[in-house]
């Protein structure tokens, strides 16, 4: 894949997915804006990386969308290609729901890209070019126990087929790739403790049928194809990438 010329803003690039996709899209030639809240992380993103920029920012404040969107069009000129990657999960039976834990999720998971695709609209229409959105096994399966997590990512799916419509007359593309269970910081940053991590790890994995989890490589691979300049007539759809889980 050649993205040589293109402009890239990965959010969620200090780790797991988000930090692979980045790698990738400058490997192809990209000019990338990482964006997370952790500036030390986002530079070990960026190491050795020249093309890969950082910009450290909390996405679950509504200003900073058009903050990142503003500093990617400053930094490089143009955008191409945004992916909304940064998401968190949250295990929130519903007997412990609360409204502050429904509002974390669907802040970052839900509003955070609606806004950045509003903000990005303008550049995204010059350049025709594309969104990603990351979503998940979950957001059209059912999760017991983090229903709203899953209830999030199905907005965000619903939202990439609303969105596809809406800016297919501009020439822009709005697909969403769905993971399984991969390998990344999400289960630790859930809160979880390290034997539950680890349990959990061991249960997905026996549950998906090509037998382990995914590798953040194996699936930011997928975003960079979803948003290739060459993939012309795709738009609107989900692509599932989980080892056959949502199959199981
Ligand atoms: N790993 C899986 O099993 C799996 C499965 C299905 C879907 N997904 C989805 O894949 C995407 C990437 O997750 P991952 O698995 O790579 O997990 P991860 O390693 O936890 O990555 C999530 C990234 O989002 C960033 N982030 C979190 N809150 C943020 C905020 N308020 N503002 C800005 N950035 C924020 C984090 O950086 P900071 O903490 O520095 O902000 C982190 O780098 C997510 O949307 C996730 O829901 C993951």
Not at 59 to 86: C, K, Q, S, Y
Not at 193 to 204: A, F, M, R, Y
Request: hydrophobic fraction near 45%; charge should be neutral; charged fraction near 20%.
């Amino acid at each position: 894949m050649d993205f040589t010329g293109r402009a890239v803003i990965v959010t969620g690039a200090g780790s797991g997915i988000g930090r692979a996709a980045a790698r990738l899209f400058a490997d192809a030639g990209a000019r990338v804006l990482g964006v997370g809240r952790r500036e030390d992380a986002l530079k070990a993103t960026a190491a050795d990386h020249p093309r890969i920029a950082v910009h450290p920012a909390d996405l679950r404040t509504p200003a900073t969308a058009r903050e990142v969107i503003g500093e990617a069009f400053h930094r490089m000129g143009r955008l191409d290609v945004l992916v909304n990657n940064a998401g968190a999960t949250k295990m929130m039976p519903l007997a412990e729901t609360s409204a502050e834990g429904i509002a974390g999720l669907f802040d970052l998971n839900v509003t955070a890209p609606s806004l950045l695709a509003s903000a990005a609209l303008p550049h995204l229409r010059q350049a025709k070019g594309t969104i990603v959105n990351v979503s998940s096994t979950y957001g059209h399966r059912p999760l017991p126990g983090a229903a709203h997590y899953a209830a999030s990512k199905a907005a965000l799916e619903h939202l990439t087929r609303s969105w596809a419509l809406e800016l297919a007359a501009d020439g822009i593309r709005v697909n969403a790739l769905a993971p399984g269970p991969t390998e990344s910081e999400a289960l630790t940053a859930a809160g979880l403790p390290q034997p539950v991590v680890e349990q959990i790890k061991q249960d997905e994995a026996a549950r998906i049928p090509l037998g382990r989890r995914g590798d953040p490589e194996e699936v930011a691979t997928w975003i960079l194809r979803l948003a290739d300049p060459r993939t012309t007539w795709l738009t609107g759809q989900t692509l599932t990438l989980d080892g056959g889980l949502e199959l199981a």
